[in-house]
């Protein structure tokens, strides 16, 4: 069932990555979380990913975590998500859902991005006069809000998974780049080292030969 909304502050949903070497990517989505959760009337904190759960776990809200949940994000996981989400909800009488997120714009591009799930705006119910409805218009109406919700957060689910693979794979080409570059500065100071060396000897055996002949 769809949650009913009160007037008690919103719940907010955090989505990262379980694990790090993905450069700034969890950080972001960190910044916007917190810019919400200053800004806005956050009463719970949902987390999907250790990254997300060990930073709100100082925040001094109320959290609920989802951590090594999904590798590849399914319907189902996105569902026991969204039970949950339900059930804090009206647990709280929340006023509504938002949930943070990596918003995914091509390879090179995964900007964190805020969206407000709950309550839904710009939704007008149709004239009951006009259709005749089974199950009723009202149970009809949670089954599809909760299928759309289910819908919205597993799309943040896969935008954020698949930031998250192209962040890491992006961290480890700059890091092997950087070990590459590093090799070959170390190399050459080793050789410039090596050829010092070298005509250091020679100098010192030419002036003992010099030496002896004198």
């Known amino acids: 069932n769809h949650p009913k909304t009160g007037g008690q502050g919103d719940i907010l949903l955090v989505v990262s990555s379980d694990m790090g070497l993905a450069g700034a990517f969890n950080a972001e989505i960190m910044k916007a979380a917190e810019r919400e959760v200053e800004r806005s009337d956050i009463i719970h904190i949902v987390t999907v990913g250790i990254k997300a759960e060990s930073y709100f776990k100082k925040s001094g809200l109320p959290i609920t975590a989802f951590s090594h949940f999904y590798d590849t994000p399914d319907l189902d996981e996105a569902a026991i998500i969204v039970d949950d989400i339900v059930d804090v909800m009206e647990e709280k009488k929340a006023s509504g859902l938002k949930m943070v997120f990596s918003h995914f714009k ?9 969206v407000r799930l709950l309550p839904v705006e710009d939704l007008e119910k149709p004239d009951n006069d006009l259709f005749d409805f089974e199950p009723e218009i009202e149970v009809l109406y949670k ?5 759309w919700l289910v819908a919205k957060v597993l799309q943040g689910l896969y935008e954020t ?3 998250e693979l192209f962040s890491r794979q992006t961290a480890m080409k700059n890091a092997t780049e950087n070990a590459k570059s590093m090799i070959e500065q170390l190399t050459l100071v080793r050789n410039k080292l090596r050829q010092s060396n070298i005509t250091q000897e020679i100098i010192e ?3 003992g030969a010099e030496a002896l002949n004198g």
């Open 143 to 147: 089954d599809v809000l909760n299928t």
């Open 106 to 114: 091509n390879p090179l591009a995964q900007m964190p991005k805020t």
């Open 205 to 207: 055996v030419v002036n």
């Open 161 to 163: 998974k698949v930031g």
